[in-house]
């Protein structure tokens, strides 16, 4: 490459064509779980000719996109919102007539294309985009979500084009294996003292502070747009249930975060039938490959060995074509587990393409045999383009099946994976390359099994539209519902959400005070339009119609168009356009050269560097930043520690860089090649429940194998039984309770089977050390230990 | 031999990116998509706002009876290497005019002149020895 090439950060590929994206700014405000993120894009033309540059990049699914404009050579052209082909056809009549134009259409909820036109020779445009949203959270932990690339799809031959276009076409840009744009950020997190710990499982961040606010930004000037950034920011105190209020024009809006801390027993909310149905359907498809596939089967394995011996389970793998491991669902006993965990052990991902549709039909085509309730719980990168086709399967079907997925593997489809969940009434978690599956699948679980939380309504004493209509929620993660009341003066306090059952009665209700907030700094109108579009959208609660969402009838298009326009954000109907009219003499009518910018491979997609699996972490060797509890005036001014530096087990101490820093290089070393205890104790569970004492078991608990014998001769009982077993297993429950307490989610639904089968012994036998009742004893021997060690 | 050049236009009418969108069906977007894929030749004159004219309605009508038969672009571009390539008349093409004798002339494009010069001189050759063997022998 010679030197005329390269041009403010401008490089020619290899291939000759010259990219004309500069690069990409990312500013971002956060406070609790709402972020405020504009996207910065910079395109330079140093040819000779004008050009027209198209530019396909990914945002998160959920973000309500409310503004757009370009900066053209100081000058600022705000965006409209148009009808998509109306968009497009005022964007090329614009350039025909030697106009500068910009486009700005919505693929896929999570998949945009930008269109520059007219760039001329020396010119630069900087493209402002802005995004509303809320982010995931659980107890008291939110999660940023930035993806920077889109992984290529996989379409299905049988997929029909979309308007005369296949759909390949619109989510797939060119792909390139290096990219020359880079990335920068800066992400401003209000509330510092409400802050426990800021972590990047994705990059390696600096983080500074500055009066009330954390700042972050990348280690690195620049870094590679290859791969999803992830900011995992925990808070000192868990989200709890909050309502706001705004008025905007002749409008009020409410929205009301809902973090229930406990499950209400389906059963009872919804008449379901009792037995459970679970069904796993792995992703084996080549995108799989590496670390993933193999993370993904180790927690199944732990979750098969968990189910109850009252459940009925099957698994399916699929790639280009699926397999199953029986004909249809067996219960859960010895052999059938065992037949389980041979045919995961063969299991690789070397099925070709990701084809979702033909496996889920196969386990749809049937009902649920009576008495049970079915759920599936899905693992897939979810790299594929007929999103809609998966979503109108599980919708038709989840009044007998819920879908819950798990997105895993390098650059996973987070619109796929989260629509899909929402629209079949389960859980969804996304898990980066970086982060460990097991826990998160583990945690996946523990919904599946506690339930959800539906049939919510929002009551505030006036006529409401209710969006989502029919909202669903977790314990422990906050879930959003947002209303509009058509007037200005609502007068109410507070509002009432109510959880009904089937028959229409009133399971359970939240009474919530009324926060009263400004439209600007927290715009309600806007995510509740986002939500309301996202549902005409999704099709929840329409009638079974079309199978291609895009053709939404006449009417649902035209109120998403409506609201669109009304409420300033984007839709699958709608697009940006900002155009600037040339005098005369400006103006340039001669062929345009079309620059299309390519996007970087995912990294590790396909196996290809992957990241090894000795360097992932597991949740207690995650390193982060605590601050100092002792010391609330410390002040850290741009204080700069990479994130592979921090670690946040105690909560008592910080904030040494220097001394962390090698301490935390340290722990990082001794945890290469190790597993995680709480995985390995979970991993030893027996199948019917309970666990007996082996070399592990006794390693992790530091405990001898005689000491654990003659403890068991010393227990008195009403009755002889397997006294080691129900020793062990009250001691390993007790220690999980007292050792792993912070991570019980993981291991709650897990262990489940053994607790219950413990207080029937207990109950049954009343088994005794030293007089104390067998748990409390446990109590006090694992306290002493955990001191002891 | 008296051989004379002159442009013969081909075809008449033009047609704007809107005309072309309401005769065929397609949006706006659709066509300059099938013309930045190749699978509809680009417009005639500068840029985006040059002209159409029918055999770009033929193209777009091609495409459109592929899809009605439920076969998608993809597959429809594999299809079109695997047949063989039709020619489409491209919108202006330069003839050259030969006077056999007068009265009688042939036609050869300039294209079909470049490719094959030697069996053109034939050709005229023979056909001038005919007529004027023809008229001799009247």
């Known amino acids: ?789 | 031999m008296t051989v004379k050049c002159y442009y013969k236009t081909m075809e008449k009418k033009a047609y704007t990116i809107e005309e072309l969108g309401e005769l065929t069906g397609y949006t706006r977007r659709t066509i300059r998509y099938y013309v930045q894929e190749g699978l509809v030749d680009p417009p005639a004159g500068r840029g985006r706002g040059g002209f159409y004219y029918d055999s770009h309605i033929q193209q777009l009508l091609r495409i459109k009876s592929f899809q009605e038969k439920g076969i998608g672009i993809t597959a429809m571009v594999s299809l079109m290497q695997k047949e063989a390539p039709q020619p489409i008349l491209p919108s202006r093409e330069v003839m050259i005019r030969y006077e056999i004798v007068p009265g009688m002339e042939i036609n050869i494009s300039r294209e079909m002149e470049i490719k094959e010069p030697k069996k053109i001189l034939e050709i005229i050759r023979i056909a001038k020895s005919i007529a004027k063997g023809e008229m001799n022998n009247e």
């Open chain 1, 1 to 789: 490459m010679n030197d005329s090439s390269r041009v403010e950060g401008i490089l020619i590929q290899q291939n000759g064509k010259i990219v004309p994206l500069v690069g990409v700014d990312i500013q971002a405000d956060i406070a609790g779980r709402g972020a405020k993120v504009k996207i910065f894009q910079q395109f330079k033309n140093i040819e000779k000719k004008s050009i027209e540059t198209v530019y396909k990049f990914p945002l998160p699914e959920n973000a309500a996109i409310c503004g757009f404009r370009a900066l053209i050579d100081g000058r600022i052209v705000e965006g409209q919102i148009e009808e998509k082909e109306k968009a497009f056809e005022l964007y090329d009549k614009a350039l025909s007539e030697g106009h500068k134009a910009q486009l700005m259409d919505e693929e896929r909820p999570n998949i945009f294309t930008l269109s520059v036109g007219n760039i001329k020779p020396g010119g630069s445009v900087i493209i402002e985009i802005t995004y509303i949203t809320l982010l995931d959270s659980y107890n008291s932990e939110v999660r940023f979500f930035l993806p920077t690339t889109i992984s290529p799809r996989f379409t299905p031959a049988s997929q029909e084009d979309e308007n005369g276009i296949p759909a390949s076409a619109l989510v797939n840009p060119p792909f390139e294996f290096k990219v020359p744009y880079g990335l920068t950020i800066n992400v401003n997190i209000a509330g510092r003292k409400t802050i426990a710990s800021i972590e990047s499982p994705s990059h390696s961040i600096k983080t500074s502070f500055k009066n009330n606010e954390a700042r972050i930004t990348f280690s690195a000037d620049k870094v590679s747009m290859d791969r999803d950034f992830i900011l995992t920011i925990i808070y000192e105190n868990d989200f709890t249930n909050r309502a706001y209020i705004c008025r905007a024009d002749d409008e009020t809006f409410l929205q009301i975060d809902l973090t229930p801390a406990e499950a209400t027993e389906e059963n009872q909310a919804n008449d379901l039938p009792k037995g459970r149905e679970i069904v796993f359907v792995l992703d084996c498809s080549g995108s799989m490959q590496g670390d993933s596939i193999e993370e993904a089967k180790k927690a199944l394995e732990i979750l098969i060995k968990a189910l109850s011996t009252d459940m009925i389970f099957n698994i399916y793998c699929f790639g280009n074509e699926y397999d199953h491991l029986f004909k249809s669902s067996k219960p859960c006993n010895e052999k059938s587990v065992k037949e389980a965990l041979k045919y995961l052990s063969k299991t690789e991902a070397a099925m070709g393409g990701t084809e979702i549709l033909p496996p889920l039909a196969d386990i749809y085509k049937e009902d649920p045999a009576d008495g049970f309730r079915r759920d599936v719980i899905l693992m897939t990168d979810g790299e594929i383009s007929n999103e809609d086709e998966v979503m109108e399967l599980v919708s038709r079907h989840n009044n007998t099946t819920a879908l819950s997925a798990v997105g895993i593997g390098n650059g996973p489809n987070e619109f796929l994976i989260k629509a899909v969940a929402r629209v079949a009434g389960g859980a969804s978690e996304m898990i980066a390359p970086q982060e460990r599956i097991e826990p998160k699948v583990l945690r996946l679980f523990q919904k599946v099994v506690a339930g959800r939380i539906g049939n919510l309504k929002i009551d505030c004493g006036s006529d409401i539209d209710q969006a989502p209509a029919c909202p669903v929620a977790f314990m422990r993660q906050a879930t959003s519902i947002f209303a509009r009341i058509k007037s200005r003066d609502f007068q109410g306090k507070g509002v009432t959400v109510n959880q009904y059952n089937y028959q229409g009665d009133v399971l359970r209700k939240w009474d919530i005070d009324l926060e009263e907030v400004n439209d600007e700094a927290m715009p309600i109108s806007k995510l509740w339009a986002r939500e309301k579009i996202r549902e005409l959208e999704e099709g929840d609660g329409l009638p079974e119609g079309s199978r291609q969402r895009q053709r939404l009838d006449d009417k649902k298009q035209k109120t998403v168009i409506d609201l669109s326009r009304q409420y300033g954000i984007i839709s699958r109907s709608t697009s940006f356009i900002g155009i600037e009219k040339s005098a005369d003499t400006e103006k340039s009518t001669s062929d345009m050269v079309l620059r299309v910018v390519p996007t970087a491979v995912t990294k590790g997609w396909h196996g290809m560097s992957s990241i090894p699996l000795f360097l992932r972490r597991s949740p207690v060797e995650q390193y982060s930043i605590r601050k100092r509890q002792d010391s609330p005036t410390e002040v850290h001014e741009d204080i700069a520690i990479p994130t592979f530096l921090r670690r946040a087990d105690s909560g008592k101490e910080l904030f040494s860089p220097f001394r962390k820093a090698a301490e935390g290089i340290r722990n990082m070393l001794s945890q290469r090649g190790k597993s995680d205890p709480l995985l390995d104790i979970l991993s030893q569970q027996r199948l019917g429940g309970g666990f007996n004492m082996n070399k592990r078991l006794c390693d992790i608990l530091q405990i001898s194998d005689s000491k654990l014998s003659s403890l068991a001769d010393d227990m008195q009982m009403k009755k002889s039984a397997d006294r080691l077993e129900i020793l062990t297993t009250a001691i390993i429950l007790v220690f999980l309770e007292l050792k792993f307490g912070d991570r019980r989610d993981e291991w709650e639904a897990v262990v489940s089977k053994s607790r219950r089968e413990l207080e029937d012994q207990i109950k049954k036998f009343n088994p005794t050390i030293d007089g104390e009742p067998l748990l409390d004893w446990a109590k006090k021997f694992i306290k002493e230990k955990l001191i002891a060690l």
